[in-house]
């Protein structure tokens, strides 16, 4: 086996800075604790941590047997190196000093420096700083992990460690800063994104339609879709998300209010909404309804009113589930007739999803939306739209060309028809029984062990 001290080399820099990095005081030091808040604001974080989980399984259960460890890893991998990358550096691009409205200046909260206990003026009025920028930290664990299923079954696990540490400092961090800074230009402009239609779904959506086209299609892909290897996972998937959800929309008002009420409420009647939406297409077609279906449905429902959450009335929140869910289902089936292998929909389900999202921001934000009568949000929406859409796929494109150079991307044929949990891992679960084995490293042949 070839050794690869590298990895090790570069934590143990991140250890050594860490350890001397000072920590630095509040500088914008606001009044003083809201408890409740405080409180609210500690369940939310917890509950968008637990979408990442969600998220395996959900993914997980769509795979084949063969690929579904390394199809989880790819998700809670992220809870791990995104941790370590937001508090190093990605905190600050996001939310440092505004260096022209685009980026935060990196110096700003390198290492958490001045990163506290106490509120802080701008961006957390009420809690403490620090709980901001670990509530934030979540959605930049969420995102990278969406673009997996696009490329999944194919891909080599450092390669992909690789990229998503380019996405989150390339992509990710500015998004972040535009649209949520007070001082990024499309806040500026009058954008609404209440909780990340434009920065994790559009992003995670149009980084994933680049992907898939960047690597080509499996070398065993069909139109026609395969068996998922766990039903069951998808459906406990689903269950986890739609629950963390609540924290990822809810605990955007960044308070516990009438706000976070409202959102709370979208959230739950549009993915139900959105869900209900899917079988009934189904149904309109002569399709039978599937738990799959409902499961994707409530996941594009949910999606879709992420960026209206706190803006859009309950009844609203209707019409943007059930009408996203049509479209993303249309879009699913036009991909079927393409040659593009995105393997588990990313972009129909989150690209679209937070596209209609947006759009429908701008058709029903209170008394700045298109049926209030102005048309400048939505104008703004539409063109906000184009810009993050056009910046995350050829920012992505770009990214994965630099990887493969540094990393080839994709396994080998052979290595893809073992199966990533085998190749990338030395892993494997029986499909019957649902136990995972661990194959000794010295009972693997060469191809099995070609991703170090």
């Known amino acids: 086996m070839k050794k690869n001290p590298v990895p090790l080399l570069l934590l143990t820099v991140i250890c050594v800075i860490a350890f001397l990095a000072p920590a630095g005081t509040a500088s914008n030091a606001g009044p003083a604790l809201n408890a409740g808040d405080t409180a609210w604001m500690l369940a939310s974080s917890a509950l968008v941590l637990f979408m990442t989980p969600g998220l395996s399984f959900f993914y997980g259960g769509m795979v084949r047997s063969r690929n579904v460890i390394s199809t989880m890893l790819q998700s809670y991998v992220c809870m791990g190196l995104m941790s370590l990358l937001w508090v190093v550096v990605g905190f600050s691009l996001s939310f440092g000093d505004s260096i022209g409205g685009l980026i935060g200046n990196p110096a700003t909260y390198f290492m958490f420096k001045g ?156 993915s139900a909404s959105a869900a209900i939406a899917w079988i009934f297409y189904d149904l309109a077609l002569g399709r039978k309804p599937t738990a799959m279906g409902f499961c994707i449905g409530a996941v594009v429902g949910l999606v879709a009113v992420t960026p209206a959450a706190g803006f859009v009335s309950i009844g609203a929140s209707v019409v943007i589930g059930a009408l996203s869910s049509v479209v993303s289902r249309i879009v699913v089936d036009l991909k079927t007739k393409t040659s593009i292998d995105d393997t588990l929909d990313v972009f129909p389900c989150h690209g679209v999803g937070g596209l209609m999202g947006m759009v429908l921001t701008g058709v029903f934000a209170k008394e700045v939306g298109l049926v209030n009568g102005p048309t400048a949000t939505f104008y703004k929406h539409l063109a906000a739209m184009v810009l993050v859409g056009a910046f995350s796929f050829c920012g992505a494109y770009i990214l994965y060309k630099l990887t493969d150079i540094i990393s080839p991307l994709r396994v080998s044929a052979e290595d893809e028809e073992i199966g990533l949990d085998m190749s990338q891992h030395l892993e494997s679960i029986d499909n019957a029984t649902g136990s995972v084995s661990q194959v000794p490293q010295n009972a693997v042949g060469k191809t099995a062990l070609s991703f170090l």
């Open 115 to 270: 990163v506290t206990g106490a509120t802080e003026t701008r961006l957390a009025p009420t809690i403490p700083f620090l709980l901001f920028a670990l509530f934030q930290l979540k959605f930049a664990v969420i995102t990278p992990a969406l673009i997996t299923g696009a490329f999944a079954e194919r891909v080599k696990f450092k390669s992909y460690l690789i990229f998503i540490t380019l996405f989150l400092v390339c992509i990710y961090a500015p998004l972040a800063h535009w649209t949520w800074h007070p001082d990024g230009f499309l806040r500026k402009w009058g954008v609404l994104d209440f909780a990340g239609g434009t920065v994790v779904h559009m992003s995670a959506g149009f980084a994933a339609l680049a992907g898939a086209l960047f690597l080509g299609r499996r070398k065993d892909h069909s139109p026609e879709p395969h068996s998922p290897a766990k039903l069951q996972y998808i459906i406990l998937g689903t269950g986890m998300l739609w629950f963390g959800w609540f924290g990822f929309n809810a605990g955007s008002a960044l308070a516990a209010n009438d706000l976070a009420a409202l959102a709370f409420g979208t959230t739950n009647t549009a």
